[in-house]
Protein backbone atom coordinates (compact mmCIF):
# COMPACT_ATOMS: atom_id res chain seq x y z
CA UNK A 1 0.00 0.00 0.00
CA UNK A 2 1.51 2.94 -1.23
CA UNK A 3 2.02 6.34 1.52
CA UNK A 4 -0.80 8.18 -0.05
CA UNK A 5 -3.14 5.33 -0.10
CA UNK A 6 -2.88 5.06 3.84
CA UNK A 7 -3.34 8.37 4.89
CA UNK A 8 -6.66 8.59 2.47
CA UNK A 9 -10.12 9.06 4.91
CA UNK A 10 -12.07 6.17 4.64
CA UNK A 11 -15.71 6.47 3.05
CA UNK A 12 -18.76 5.48 5.09
CA UNK A 13 -21.11 3.61 2.86
CA UNK A 14 -24.58 2.67 4.31
CA UNK A 15 -27.78 0.78 2.42
CA UNK A 16 -30.86 0.71 3.19
CA UNK A 17 -34.25 -0.22 1.32
CA UNK A 18 -36.58 2.34 2.85
CA UNK A 19 -40.15 1.24 1.72
CA UNK A 20 -41.07 3.96 0.32
CA UNK A 21 -40.55 6.44 2.77
CA UNK A 22 -43.68 4.27 4.64
CA UNK A 23 -44.06 1.58 8.02
CA UNK A 24 -45.02 -1.37 7.68
CA UNK A 25 -48.39 -2.09 6.07
CA UNK A 26 -48.25 1.21 4.59
CA UNK A 27 -49.89 2.87 7.89
CA UNK A 28 -47.94 6.32 8.35
CA UNK A 29 -45.21 8.44 6.03
CA UNK A 30 -42.00 9.13 7.32
CA UNK A 31 -39.98 10.25 5.10
CA UNK A 32 -39.37 13.29 7.30
CA UNK A 33 -38.59 11.19 10.15
CA UNK A 34 -35.80 8.96 7.92
CA UNK A 35 -34.86 11.57 6.18
CA UNK A 36 -33.39 12.70 9.60
CA UNK A 37 -32.07 9.55 10.47
CA UNK A 38 -29.95 8.69 7.56
CA UNK A 39 -28.18 12.40 8.52
CA UNK A 40 -27.27 11.23 11.81
CA UNK A 41 -25.55 8.18 10.49
CA UNK A 42 -23.01 10.93 8.51
CA UNK A 43 -22.64 8.73 5.61
CA UNK A 44 -20.69 10.04 2.04
CA UNK A 45 -22.24 7.25 0.02
CA UNK A 46 -25.92 6.00 0.89
CA UNK A 47 -27.01 3.46 -1.67
CA UNK A 48 -31.43 3.38 -1.29
CA UNK A 49 -33.87 0.76 -2.59
CA UNK A 50 -37.60 1.36 -2.84
CA UNK A 51 -37.47 4.79 -3.46
CA UNK A 52 -40.48 6.74 -4.72
CA UNK A 53 -39.92 8.52 -7.43
CA UNK A 54 -43.74 9.74 -7.71
CA UNK A 55 -46.59 8.81 -6.72
CA UNK A 56 -50.07 10.80 -7.27
CA UNK A 57 -52.33 9.27 -5.49
CA UNK A 58 -49.64 9.11 -1.99
CA UNK A 59 -49.09 12.71 -2.37
CA UNK A 60 -52.48 13.83 -2.27
CA UNK A 61 -53.41 11.45 1.35
CA UNK A 62 -50.41 12.39 2.92
CA UNK A 63 -50.51 15.89 1.97
CA UNK A 64 -48.81 17.50 4.57
CA UNK A 65 -46.24 16.15 5.15
CA UNK A 66 -45.42 14.37 0.95
CA UNK A 67 -42.34 16.59 -0.79
CA UNK A 68 -42.70 18.45 -3.44
CA UNK A 69 -39.20 17.26 -4.86
CA UNK A 70 -38.90 13.38 -5.96
CA UNK A 71 -37.79 11.41 -2.61
CA UNK A 72 -34.40 10.61 -3.33
CA UNK A 73 -34.27 14.42 -3.94
CA UNK A 74 -35.88 14.98 -0.49
CA UNK A 75 -33.84 12.98 1.12
CA UNK A 76 -30.45 14.18 -0.43
CA UNK A 77 -31.34 17.79 0.41
CA UNK A 78 -28.11 19.67 0.90
CA UNK A 79 -25.99 16.88 2.88
CA UNK A 80 -25.66 15.00 -0.40
CA UNK A 81 -25.04 17.21 -3.33
CA UNK A 82 -24.92 14.19 -6.01
CA UNK A 83 -27.58 11.87 -6.78
CA UNK A 84 -28.64 9.47 -9.10
CA UNK A 85 -31.61 7.65 -9.57
CA UNK A 86 -32.69 4.29 -11.42
CA UNK A 87 -36.26 3.91 -12.05
CA UNK A 88 -37.14 -0.07 -12.28
CA UNK A 89 -41.05 -0.17 -11.21
CA UNK A 90 -43.28 1.99 -13.42
CA UNK A 91 -47.45 1.88 -12.30
CA UNK A 92 -50.41 4.54 -13.57
CA UNK A 93 -49.57 6.40 -10.37
CA UNK A 94 -45.98 6.98 -10.57
CA UNK A 95 -43.04 4.67 -10.29
CA UNK A 96 -40.15 3.73 -8.12
CA UNK A 97 -36.40 2.21 -7.98
CA UNK A 98 -33.23 2.54 -6.45
CA UNK A 99 -31.03 5.57 -5.96
CA UNK A 100 -27.21 6.45 -4.61
CA UNK A 101 -26.98 10.12 -2.88
CA UNK A 102 -23.00 11.01 -2.95
CA UNK A 103 -20.88 13.55 -0.82
CA UNK A 104 -18.49 12.87 -3.93
CA UNK A 105 -19.43 13.88 -7.97
CA UNK A 106 -21.15 11.43 -9.71
CA UNK A 107 -19.22 11.60 -13.10
CA UNK A 108 -21.16 9.35 -14.47
CA UNK A 109 -24.42 6.94 -14.11
CA UNK A 110 -26.34 4.02 -15.63
CA UNK A 111 -29.33 2.14 -14.66
CA UNK A 112 -29.50 -1.23 -15.68
CA UNK A 113 -33.09 -3.28 -16.16
CA UNK A 114 -32.74 -6.93 -15.19
CA UNK A 115 -36.14 -7.82 -15.02
CA UNK A 116 -37.04 -11.54 -15.29
CA UNK A 117 -40.22 -12.39 -17.12
CA UNK A 118 -43.67 -11.74 -14.88
CA UNK A 119 -44.83 -7.95 -12.65
CA UNK A 120 -41.25 -8.14 -10.83
CA UNK A 121 -39.28 -4.62 -11.98
CA UNK A 122 -35.61 -5.04 -10.93
CA UNK A 123 -32.89 -2.86 -11.77
CA UNK A 124 -29.24 -2.40 -11.08
CA UNK A 125 -28.27 1.41 -10.92
CA UNK A 126 -24.09 1.70 -11.58
CA UNK A 127 -22.77 5.18 -10.85
CA UNK A 128 -18.81 6.28 -10.79
CA UNK A 129 -17.97 8.10 -8.05
CA UNK A 130 -14.53 10.87 -7.93
CA UNK A 131 -13.36 11.12 -4.77
CA UNK A 132 -10.52 14.21 -4.27
CA UNK A 133 -7.53 11.97 -3.57
CA UNK A 134 -7.74 8.89 -4.95
CA UNK A 135 -6.56 8.01 -7.85
CA UNK A 136 -8.66 5.67 -9.23
CA UNK A 137 -12.57 6.86 -9.59
CA UNK A 138 -14.69 4.68 -7.24
CA UNK A 139 -17.58 2.26 -8.53
CA UNK A 140 -20.50 1.30 -6.82
CA UNK A 141 -23.78 -0.50 -7.72
CA UNK A 142 -27.00 -0.30 -6.05
CA UNK A 143 -28.96 -3.71 -6.12
CA UNK A 144 -32.11 -4.96 -5.13
CA UNK A 145 -32.74 -8.62 -6.58
CA UNK A 146 -36.03 -10.75 -7.44
CA UNK A 147 -38.02 -12.62 -4.72
CA UNK A 148 -37.63 -15.66 -6.76
CA UNK A 149 -34.47 -17.73 -6.24
CA UNK A 150 -34.74 -18.64 -10.37
CA UNK A 151 -34.57 -14.57 -10.99
CA UNK A 152 -31.89 -13.72 -8.39
CA UNK A 153 -29.70 -16.11 -9.92
CA UNK A 154 -30.18 -14.94 -13.66
CA UNK A 155 -29.93 -11.52 -11.76
CA UNK A 156 -26.51 -11.98 -10.08
CA UNK A 157 -25.34 -13.15 -13.41
CA UNK A 158 -26.69 -9.94 -15.12
CA UNK A 159 -24.45 -8.35 -12.00
CA UNK A 160 -21.20 -9.98 -13.28
CA UNK A 161 -21.36 -9.44 -16.70
CA UNK A 162 -21.74 -5.74 -15.98
CA UNK A 163 -18.87 -6.07 -13.26
CA UNK A 164 -16.68 -7.38 -15.89
CA UNK A 165 -17.52 -5.20 -18.95
CA UNK A 166 -17.73 -1.83 -16.97
CA UNK A 167 -15.64 -2.23 -14.03
CA UNK A 168 -11.41 -1.74 -14.44
CA UNK A 169 -10.08 -4.77 -12.73
CA UNK A 170 -7.92 -2.62 -10.79
CA UNK A 171 -10.75 0.15 -9.66
CA UNK A 172 -12.46 0.02 -6.21
CA UNK A 173 -16.05 -1.36 -5.74
CA UNK A 174 -18.84 -1.29 -4.06
CA UNK A 175 -22.04 -3.02 -4.52
CA UNK A 176 -24.52 -3.06 -1.89
CA UNK A 177 -28.25 -3.22 -1.61
CA UNK A 178 -31.17 -5.64 -0.83
CA UNK A 179 -30.31 -8.86 -2.75
CA UNK A 180 -33.56 -11.29 -1.30
CA UNK A 181 -30.43 -13.54 -1.01
CA UNK A 182 -32.01 -15.72 2.36
CA UNK A 183 -30.51 -18.77 1.67
CA UNK A 184 -27.03 -16.82 1.32
CA UNK A 185 -26.39 -18.40 -2.50
CA UNK A 186 -24.81 -15.15 -3.55
CA UNK A 187 -21.74 -14.75 -1.30
CA UNK A 188 -19.43 -17.78 -3.16
CA UNK A 189 -20.77 -17.16 -6.97
CA UNK A 190 -19.97 -12.82 -6.36
CA UNK A 191 -16.85 -14.09 -4.71
CA UNK A 192 -15.93 -17.36 -7.67
CA UNK A 193 -17.23 -15.17 -10.64
CA UNK A 194 -15.52 -11.10 -9.96
CA UNK A 195 -14.16 -11.65 -6.80
CA UNK A 196 -16.43 -9.83 -4.38
CA UNK A 197 -16.18 -10.15 -0.64
CA UNK A 198 -19.18 -9.76 1.79
CA UNK A 199 -18.09 -7.17 4.24
CA UNK A 200 -19.96 -9.01 7.43
CA UNK A 201 -18.61 -12.67 6.37
CA UNK A 202 -15.60 -11.17 6.20
CA UNK A 203 -15.31 -9.68 9.53
CA UNK A 204 -17.13 -11.79 11.68
CA UNK A 205 -17.68 -15.55 9.83
CA UNK A 206 -21.65 -14.47 8.57
CA UNK A 207 -23.54 -12.16 6.45
CA UNK A 208 -25.98 -9.74 8.90
CA UNK A 209 -29.39 -10.65 9.88
CA UNK A 210 -31.60 -7.75 8.79
CA UNK A 211 -35.07 -8.48 8.00
CA UNK A 212 -37.37 -8.40 9.75
CA UNK A 213 -35.83 -5.22 11.34
CA UNK A 214 -37.87 -5.80 14.79
CA UNK A 215 -36.36 -9.27 15.22
CA UNK A 216 -34.22 -9.92 12.25
CA UNK A 217 -33.83 -13.51 11.18
CA UNK A 218 -33.37 -13.17 7.70
CA UNK A 219 -29.72 -12.44 5.71
CA UNK A 220 -31.03 -9.75 3.01
CA UNK A 221 -28.79 -6.76 3.16
CA UNK A 222 -25.74 -6.95 1.93
CA UNK A 223 -22.11 -5.20 1.10
CA UNK A 224 -19.70 -6.20 -0.96
CA UNK A 225 -16.59 -4.79 -1.73
CA UNK A 226 -13.60 -5.31 -4.43
CA UNK A 227 -10.02 -3.60 -3.95
CA UNK A 228 -10.98 -2.14 -1.16
CA UNK A 229 -10.97 -3.04 2.97
CA UNK A 230 -13.78 -2.25 5.23
CA UNK A 231 -13.14 -1.54 8.76
CA UNK A 232 -16.05 -1.72 11.45
CA UNK A 233 -19.69 -3.45 9.69
CA UNK A 234 -22.70 -2.54 11.63
CA UNK A 235 -26.07 -3.03 11.98
CA UNK A 236 -27.54 0.16 12.54
CA UNK A 237 -29.45 -0.03 16.37
CA UNK A 238 -33.22 -1.11 16.13
CA UNK A 239 -34.10 2.16 17.62
CA UNK A 240 -35.10 3.78 15.71
CA UNK A 241 -34.53 2.06 12.54
CA UNK A 242 -37.24 -0.37 13.23
CA UNK A 243 -39.72 2.07 13.18
CA UNK A 244 -38.49 3.29 9.79
CA UNK A 245 -38.02 0.69 7.71
CA UNK A 246 -38.69 -3.17 7.55
CA UNK A 247 -34.71 -3.73 7.07
CA UNK A 248 -32.38 -3.30 9.27
CA UNK A 249 -29.70 -0.89 7.65
CA UNK A 250 -26.14 -1.30 6.80
CA UNK A 251 -23.04 0.67 7.19
CA UNK A 252 -19.27 0.31 7.26
CA UNK A 253 -15.96 2.23 6.55
CA UNK A 254 -14.18 1.40 3.45
CA UNK A 255 -10.67 2.45 2.55
CA UNK A 256 -9.32 2.50 -0.94
Same mark, same amino acid.
Given at each position: ??????????????????????????????????????????????????????????????????????????????????????????????????????????????????????????????????????????? *??? #??? /?????? !??????? =???? &???????? *??? #??? /?????? !??????? =???? &???????????????????? !??????????? &??????????????????????????????? &?
Amino acid at each position: MSEHAASAPPITVMTVNIHKGFTSFNRKFILPELRDAVRQVGADVVFLQEVLGTHDEHGKKWSESWPEAPHYEFLADSIWPQFAYGRNMVYPKGHHGNAIMSKFPIVHYQNHDVSIAGPEKRGLLHCVLRVPGQTLDIH *AIC #VHL /GLAESH !RQQQLEL =LCAM &VRSEVPDN *APL #VVA /GDFNDW !RRRAHDF =LWTE &VGLREIFVTAYGESAKTFPA !RFPILSLDRIY &VRNCSVHLPVVLPRKPWAHLSDHAPLAAEIH &V
